[in-house]
C-alpha cells in the first residue's frame, strides 16, 4: 500500500481530487494534508489548486509550505493540477503580476480574449491536449484527448522540451509540463471521465 | 480544433431521486441519480446539471448526500442547483462534491452573493440562472425580463442588462432560459442567446424549448451558444447523447466525441 498525499491549502475544493484518486486506485491511502511530518513521508504528492494566483501564493505563505513543496517535489513523483501548475512557474500576471514558486523557469499569461477571435474566457469544458513526446503519464491515452478545463491564465516555460501536451485556445498554449518528478498538468483530470482517470492511473504508477 | 460545445443533460431530484415529468405535472420516478448519471456519463454527456426540487426545507439536505454519491462514482462536472441562499450552501455543495452551482432567485435577490462568491471561491464555479420571458412579441426590437422562482414572479429587470451586471460580479458562465420557450418543444428562443451572447464574453448555456436534435444546432450555430441543456428528449428515450453528438459533429459542431 502507497500513500498519497494532496496538499491542502485552503484553497480549493479537494474532494473532487480525492474521490478520483480513491477510484483509480482502491488499495492506496489517500490522505490530505498541509503537514510536514504526513507529506515527508507520502509515497506520491498531488497539488491541486483553483482560485486566483495571489491567494494562492498568499495561502502557501501563510502555512509555511513553500519550502516542503520545493523539496517534496525533488525526489518523489508531484503532480500538479490547474492553479497548482501555475504556481510552479517563477510569477504570474494574474494580479497585476505574482510571484510563484519558481519551480519551472517560465511565467503564467493570460488568454487575449476578443469578440473577433470568439474566444471566451474563462477557457472552459473539453478541449484536446495533443500529446507530442512519449511519457508514461500518457499511457493508454490517444495522442489527441479530450480533458476538461476551467482556466483564465496558462504556463509559458522557457525551456520547450518540458513540455509534453499542448491544446489550442486561440493560442496554442502549453497544457502538461513534465520536469524531473514533476508532473504538471492545467486541465483537470479529476474531471475528465475515463481518459482523466488513466491520467491519475499512470501517475499513480509512476516511480 | 477549440474548446468543444456541450451537451448537459439536466436532472430533476426530489428527495434523493432523479424525476421526470412535463412542466410538472406527472411527476414519476426516473430512478436512481447515480444510475442515471453512470448513464449519460457513458453516452458521452460534457457535464451533468442536478436541479433540486425538494418543497419541504427539511429535506434539503438530502441532496448533499446525493452530489456525494455521484461525484464518487462520476468523473465529469456536476452543477447543482436549487434554493441555494447563501455562501454557506455554495460551500456545503462544493464539498460534497459538486464543482459548479447555479444560483437564480438568490442573485436577484442579493446580487453581492454572486460577487462574495466569486471573490472567495473563485468565478469557476458560479453559475447564474437567467429565466427571461419576452415583454414584446414579434417587434424588431424584442427585450426579455428576468422572472424568480422557477419562472413565477416577475422583477422588472432586464435580461440583457442582468446578464451583463452577472458577468461584471463574477459570474463564471451564466445558464440562460426562455419562459416563452420551456416546455413548448418549439426550440430555443434564439435572438434571447443570441442578444445575450453579443453583450457579455462568459460562455451561455442555453435552456428551454429542446423539442428535436435540429434544436440543439440552431441553439449552437444560431443561438451562439457555448453549451446546451436539456431534459426531456434525453430521459425519454427520443435521443442518446451520442446520437445528438453524431448528429451535431455531421452538421459541423465541434464536439468531444470519443470512440475509444
Redesign the interface.
Known amino acids: 500500500m502507497k500513500t498519497i498525499a494532496i496538499i491542502d491549502y485552503g484553497m480549493s475544493?479537494l474532494?473532487?481530487v480525492v474521490?478520483?484518486i480513491?477510484?483509480v486506485a482502491p488499495n492506496d491511502k489517500v490522505i490530505i494534508s498541509s503537514d510536514q511530518k504526513v507529506i515527508d513521508s507520502a509515497d506520491k504528492i498531488i497539488f491541486p489548486g483553483?482560485?486566483?494566483a495571489k491567494n494562492c501564493m498568499q495561502s502557501i505563505l501563510e502555512r509555511n509550505i513553500k519550502n516542503l513543496i520545493i523539496k517534496n517535489s525533488a525526489d518523489r513523483p508531484f503532480l500538479g493540477i490547474c492553479m497548482g501548475m501555475q504556481v510552479l512557474m517563477e510569477n504570474s500576471d494574474e494580479n497585476n503580476g505574482t510571484e510563484c514558486l519558481g519551480l519551472i523557469e517560465g511565467d503564467v499569461k493570460k488568454f487575449s480574449?476578443s469578440?473577433k477571435n470568439n474566444?471566451?474566457?474563462?477557457?472552459?469544458?473539453?478541449?484536446?491536449i495533443i500529446n507530442r513526446t512519449e511519457h508514461p503519464i500518457w499511457n493508454k491515452i490517444?495522442q489527441e484527448a479530450?480533458f476538461?478545463?476551467?482556466?483564465s491564465f496558462y504556463v509559458n516555460p522557457k525551456d520547450k522540451s518540458i513540455i509534453i501536451g499542448e491544446t489550442?485556445?486561440?493560442e496554442i498554449f502549453c497544457s502538461v509540463v513534465a520536469k524531473d518528478n514533476i508532473i504538471a498538468i492545467q486541465g483537470h483530470p479529476?474531471?475528465?471521465?475515463?481518459?482523466?482517470?488513466q491520467f491519475l492511473k499512470n501517475f499513480i504508477g509512476m516511480k | 480544433m477549440t474548446v468543444t460545445k456541450r451537451i448537459i443533460p439536466c436532472l430533476d431530484v426530489d428527495n434523493g431521486r432523479v424525476v421526470k415529468g412535463v412542466k410538472f405535472v406527472n411527476i414519476k420516478d426516473a430512478g436512481n441519480p447515480v444510475e442515471v448519471a453512470k448513464r449519460y456519463n457513458d453516452q458521452g454527456a460534457d457535464e451533468i446539471t442536478f436541479l433540486d426540487i425538494t418543497a419541504s426545507s427539511s429535506n434539503r439536505k438530502t441532496i448533499l448526500s446525493v452530489v456525494e454519491k455521484v461525484a464518487s462514482q462520476v468523473f465529469i462536472p456536476l452543477t447543482v442547483g436549487g434554493g441555494i441562499k447563501s455562501l454557506d450552501d455554495i460551500r456545503s455543495l462544493l464539498n460534497s462534491g459538486a464543482d459548479k452551482i447555479t444560483i437564480n432567485t438568490s442573485a436577484i435577490h442579493n446580487p453581492d452573493l454572486i460577487s462574495d462568491a466569486s471573490e472567495s471561491i473563485g468565478n469557476q464555479c458560479i453559475v447564474v440562472a437567467i429565466d427571461a420571458k419576452r415583454k414584446t412579441s414579434g417587434s424588431t426590437n424584442p427585450s426579455w425580463e428576468i422572472y424568480t422562482h422557477g419562472g413565477r414572479n416577475p422583477t422588472g429587470i432586464d435580461a440583457i442588462a442582468w446578464a451583463i451586471e452577472m458577468e461584471k460580479r463574477g459570474a463564471g458562465e451564466l445558464l440562460v432560459t426562455s419562459m416563452d420557450k420551456d416546455g413548448t418543444k418549439e426550440g430555443f428562443d434564439l435572438e434571447l442567446m443570441k442578444s445575450i451572447n453579443e453583450n457579455v464574453n462568459i460562455p451561455i448555456i442555453a435552456s428551454g424549448g429542446v423539442g428535436n436534435l435540429d434544436d440543439l444546432y440552431d441553439g449552437i450555430a444560431i443561438g451562439k451558444a457555448d453549451a446546451v441543456l436539456a431534459a426531456s428528449i434525453f430521459h425519454f428515450g427520443n435521443y442518446t447523447i451520442q446520437e445528438a453528438k453524431e448528429y451535431l459533429t455531421n452538421k459541423g459542431i465541434n464536439m468531444r466525441v470519443t470512440n475509444e
Not at chain 1, 119 to 128: E, L, S
Not at chain 1, 148 to 151: E, K, S
Not at chain 1, 190 to 197: A, I, P, Y
Open positions: 475544493n474532494n473532487s474521490k478520483a480513491e477510484y483553483q482560485g486566483a480574449s469578440k474566444i471566451k474566457i474563462p477557457h472552459m469544458g473539453w478541449n484536446k490517444n479530450f476538461y478545463f476551467v482556466h489550442k485556445h486561440g479529476e474531471k475528465s471521465s475515463d481518459t482523466g482517470l
